[in-house]
């Protein structure tokens, strides 16, 4: 019943801006933490980015200073604000979250960025 539904993927040149979003059904929003994990071809899928139901963030270094996360509970939703991108952001864009009732994870199905120079 869990979904999470990515989009906002797109094409952009280096320097430009894109925003990602997660609209997440089928559970209790409010009580899960939510992250932004990515992965490009031939490279490890790593965490971008996390958020947890009270509203702390944390970022990975690459994109400190340059992405913003944020969550909306009413709309149970959450963002992925990218500036100053760069090529090697170029990835597939996953949401993820955690039930921290239940421990459980959920995914969902990615959404391509690709920054051309």
């Known amino acids: 019943q869990v979904q999470l539904v990515e989009s906002g993927g797109g094409l952009v040149q280096a320097g430009g801006s894109l925003s990602l979003s997660c609209a997440a059904s089928?559970?209790?929003?409010?009580?899960?933490?939510m992250a932004w994990y990515r992965q490009a071809p031939g490279k490890q899928r790593e965490l971008v980015a996390g958020i947890t139901s009270g509203g702390s963030t944390n970022y990975a270094d690459t994109v400190k200073d340059r992405f913003t996360i944020s969550r909306r509970n009413a709309k149970n939703t959450v963002y992925l604000q990218m500036n100053s991108l760069k090529p090697e952001d170029t990835a597939v864009y996953y949401c993820?979250?955690?039930?921290?009732?239940?421990?459980?994870?959920?995914w969902g199905q990615g959404t391509q960025v690709t920054v051309s120079s």
């Open positions: 993820q979250s955690i039930d921290l009732l239940t421990k459980r994870e959920y």
């Open positions: 089928g559970m209790i929003f409010s009580i899960n933490a």
